[in-house]
């Protein structure tokens, strides 16, 4: 596929009449999308889950309402997505997205073979965590809502000895809305086609992701689809040295220090695409912003997909609201901006409805501390740290220096990834893993911009300077493959071996299937003494 840039560009809300250029044999038509459409595209992606959740598992006279008034702030966000912060309607001239047909035929089959080959659906061999994700969606299609569970349901002896109980209820707790479409459809048709609604929900997410990232960086290019697909850190060098070094420590290919693991596009997508999916479009979306009146909804509904993520996306956001392109002509309307009603309404009802969930299940998180209590010897860290941060951080920092050193969504998005390794919350370290999120992708998507650019044959390097630059880019890229690499191989591997997969090792909470798990269930999903919770004393259906 060729490379499209978009020839709209703006100066103060102005358009910039691009120069006719000559139409090569090889350019394909291009579709003239409106920024609006986009933008509602990816607001609806996002919302329609919330908007089942709150008439699905909560009260109607709770859920109703809220359905209503987050209605309402959908609509505001739409309409007043061309409109800058001082209110001035940009021009459709500016806003309008020319995608080549190219790119959306060829977008749309990477993304259904993104989400299949990464396993959801769990039509293919599959890697970590699917088990979990599969009977999230079994319980969510056989179990009224909200979902509660009964101990006496459990018929492995195993698993009852291990929950010492024959009896008694718990009640599901997990952030689980992007199962809700898939859900519906499986209440309605059965699993299977539950099943392979998510994979095309996926689907669709990724698609709108890609689409997205290109109107961020106003280029479309093959490149996006390939930095979303291996965009890392680079893991390889520690691995490399560990194959000549016995260690037998906690260890895996993206988790080569104690405690500290920032986790590679593919390997979120293969086990929490849940959490993934919805983060990387709201990155996006923020990317395009124009100002920051419902930036309450677009950033805040991360908090019903990915609590974790939402430390990540705090500082990006606050970056956004007091930074240049957001910011009015008085400072007084920069604030009623920051202060509208649609921000503060979205803020407080999204928190106060999914905190309470979460809240209703303290034991999740009870497995935290300081990163460096985790090591054998504390001060073990300092060394691992400053490692870590020079293989994962690092190298996109300086590739992208010159070019982003006047955002500050750059700098928030460096200093968070500076400070999420300090500490460190449940046994695998969610907060890392999955904190780290938003920063890693505004990183995917702007390096994306610099790699198209220098594989444009057009902008070949003159100078040894140049080519130096070009070649550091590119061993960047070359080096960051590694762990999609290694776990694609894993999975073909299987697939080619016939290896068993372990999608059905839990097969419901309701009835562990595997007493292994029991444990870790018991902790992630189960909510002990639901019923004197906040959330389902006055919110649960």
């Known amino acids: 596929m060729n490379e499209v840039k978009q020839i709209g560009d703006s100066k103060k809300g102005k358009a ?25 595209s990816i607001v609806l992606f996002l919302t329609i889950p919330l908007f089942m959740f709150f008439l699905g598992y909560l009260k109607l006279s709770v859920g109703l309402p809220l359905t209503l008034i987050f209605a309402g702030i959908v609509l505001f966000c739409v309409s007043d997505c061309l409109n800058d912060a001082n209110g001035t309607k940009l021009t459709r001239y500016y806003t309008d997205i020319k995608i080549p047909v190219s790119y959306i035929i060829g977008f749309a089959v990477t993304a259904l073979a993104v989400s299949f ?3 959801v659906g769990e039509y293919i061999y599959t890697l970590q965590d699917h088990q979990f994700r599969r009977a999230i969606l079994r319980d969510l299609i056989d179990y009224d809502w909200p979902v509660i569970y009964n101990y006496s349901t459990q018929t492995n002896p195993e698993v009852r000895e291990i929950f010492g109980i024959a009896s008694g209820e718990r009640a599901f707790s997990y952030y689980f809305i992007y199962w809700m479409p898939a859900a519906l459809a499986g209440k309605m048709f059965g699993f299977e086609a539950g099943n392979f609604i998510l994979l095309l929900w996926n689907s669709l997410g990724i698609f709108l992701a890609l689409i997205a990232s290109c109107a961020a960086i106003k280029r479309f290019t093959p490149w996006v689809a390939f930095m979303f697909v291996f965009f890392s850190g680079l893991d390889v060098l520690p691995n490399l040295v560990y194959s000549f070094v016995e260690y037998d420590g906690w260890r895996w290919v993206e988790g080569y220090f104690t405690s500290l693991s920032y986790v590679s596009n593919f390997r979120e997508l293969a086990s929490v695409y849940n959490q993934m999916v919805p983060c990387f479009l709201i990155i996006a979306l923020l990317m395009l912003s124009n100002n920051t009146r419902s930036m309450g909804l677009t950033a ?11 430390f990540g996306i705090l500082p990006i956001a606050g970056a956004l609201l007091f930074g240049k392109k957001h910011r009015a002509n008085k ?56 490692i870590f941060i020079a293989l994962e951080v690092l190298p996109f920092v300086i590739i992208l220096y010159k070019r982003c050193k006047d955002d500050p969504v750059f700098w928030a998005s460096f200093a968070a990834l500076l400070i999420i390794p300090f ?18 992708f505004f990183f995917c998507i702007t390096l994306s911009g610099v790699v198209a650019e220098v594989m444009d044959e057009k902008n070949t390097p003159t100078t040894k300077k140049g080519w130096l630059k070009s070649a550091a880019v590119m061993l960047t890229v070359i080096l960051m493959m590694f762990p999609t690499l290694m776990n694609l191989f894993i999975i073909f591997g299987s697939v080619i071996q016939g290896d068993p997969s372990d999608k059905e090792d839990i097969g419901s909470f309701g009835n562990i299937n595997k007493a292994e798990y029991a444990e870790v269930i018991q902790e992630q999903f189960f909510a002990e003494g639901y019923e004197d919770s906040f959330f389902y004393r006055y919110f649960a259906g």
Not at 16 to 40: D, G, M, N
Not at 344 to 362: D, K, R, T
Not at 423 to 440: C, K, Q, V
């Open 331 to 386: 400072t007084s309307k920069t604030l009623m901006n920051i202060l509208s009603p649609v921000n503060i309404a979205s803020a407080v009802l999204i928190l106060a409805v999914f905190g309470s969930y979460y809240l209703s299940n303290s034991a999740a998180t009870g497995y935290r501390g300081f990163s460096w209590t985790f090591f054998d010897k504390p001060v073990l860290f300092i060394p691992a740290y400053v």
């Open 300 to 310: 805040g509904v991360l908090f019903g997909y990915s609590p974790w993520a939402v």
């Open 423 to 440: 500490y460190h919350i449940t046994e695998n370290n969610d907060l890392s893993m999955r904190g780290s999120m938003p920063a890693l």
């Open 117 to 119: 080959i990464s396993g």
């Open 16 to 40: 910039v009449k691009a120069k006719p250029q000559k139409q090569s044999p090889k350019e394909t038509k291009c579709i003239t999308v409106p920024f609006a459409w986009l933008y509602s």
